[in-house]
C-alpha cells in the first residue's frame, strides 16, 4: 500500500502490526461497535482498490 493509504488507515483508527513480518492491520471494538467497525472495513477495502461487492464473506456470531 502507499504512504497514502497507511496514514488514511491510520487516521481512521486501524493499528500498524505489531511485527516486521505481518502486513494486517487491526482495529479492535466491543459488540456494540461492530456495525461501526463493519463500516470502517468497507472504506478500508475501498481505500486499498477492493470492491466489497465482489467478496465472499460469511456472518457469524461468537457466543460468550
Sequence with gaps: MS????ATL?????????SDTDRTFQREASLV???RLALATVRA????GCDP???????SREEP
Design 10 to 18: 491510520l487516521r481512521q483508527g486501524w493499528e500498524k502490526p505489531w
Design 53 to 59: 461487492a465482489e467478496l465472499d464473506y460469511e456472518l
Design 45 to 48: 477495502l475501498e481505500l486499498l
Design 33 to 35: 461497535g461492530a456495525p
Design 3 to 6: 504512504p497514502e493509504q497507511e
